[in-house]
T-cell receptor, first 116, second 112 residues
Framework: AQKVTQAQTEISVVEKEDVTLDCVYE???????LFWYKQPPSGELVFLIR??????QNEISGRYSWNFQKSTSSFNFTITASQVVDSAVYFC?????????????FGTGTSLTVIP | DSGVTQTPKHLITATGQRVTLRCSPR?????VYWYQQSLDQGLQFLIQ???????AKGNILERFSAQQFPDLHSELNLSSLELGDSALYFC???????????FGPGTRLLVL
């Protein structure tokens, strides 16, 4: 079973529209971390946000906001007033601790295209 | 710039060959992770090292091996290469367990 599910494979929006990228995760750990990364066409993976399992406060950073709901195991990402530069693949990730290390599980990504 | 460096940026080789990918973590980071990103498989975790020791293993093939050296740089060795090994290989580093991973620019491997 997938630990992190990003059901939206591809999304297209027109510039200035708001868009929400969904992320659903699965874990039995009480302590875990959730992340969002952006992969623009150039290929690098850019860190956007990290959230621990004890902090359900929503976060806003400029046009980006994140909604973490443990009750539904979701960590959704909203871009407000989208811009062409937001076009990228966005990955949600889960980190669980093991006895000796930790594993990161990535979703399959959502490809966002913002049309000018 | 994440501070993580990877060399080479591109690599073209033939089936059956062996290659070595190199990663230098951010200054102060003790942990190194390797990932494979292919078109049909998404981003797959391969292996994690922490201060020279293997700490976690993901979907790493037996033909692949890695190590982290005393200066904390890491190498991923891919042998008996197959066409399906063509992918983007990322290295990431962080300071401690469950801390944010910062990714290098990746090595694009093409096996012909």
């Amino acid at each position: 079973a997938q630990k992190v599910t990003q059901a939206q494979t591809e999304i297209s929006v027109v510039e200035k529209e708001d868009v929400t990228l969904d992320c659903v995760y699965e874990t039995r750990d009480t302590t875990y971390y959730l992340f969002w990364y952006k992969q623009p066409p150039s290929g690098e993976l850019v860190f956007l946000i990290r959230r621990n399992s004890f902090d359900e406060q929503n976060e806003i950073s400029g046009r980006y906001s994140w909604n973490f709901q443990k009750s539904t195991s979701s960590f959704n990402f909203t871009i407000t007033a989208s811009q062409v530069v937001d076009s990228a693949v966005y990955f949600c990730a889960l980190s669980e601790a093991t006895f000796t290390g930790n594993q990161f599980y990535f979703g399959t990504g959502t490809s966002l295209t913002v049309i000018p | 710039d994440s501070g993580v460096t990877q060399t080479p940026k591109h690599l073209i080789t033939a089936t059956g060959q062996r290659v070595t990918l190199r990663c230098s973590p951010r200054s102060g980071d003790l942990s190194v992770y390797w990932y494979q990103q292919s078109l049909d498989q998404g981003l797959q975790f391969l292996i994690q090292y922490y201060n020279g020791e293997e700490r976690a293993k993901g979907n790493i093939l037996e033909r692949f091996s890695a190590q982290q050296f005393p200066d904390l740089h890491s190498e991923l060795n891919l042998s008996s290469l197959e066409l399906g090994d063509s992918a983007l290989y990322f290295c990431a580093s962080n300071r401690g367990l469950q801390e944010t991973q910062y990714f290098g620019p990746g090595t694009r491997l093409l096996v012909l």
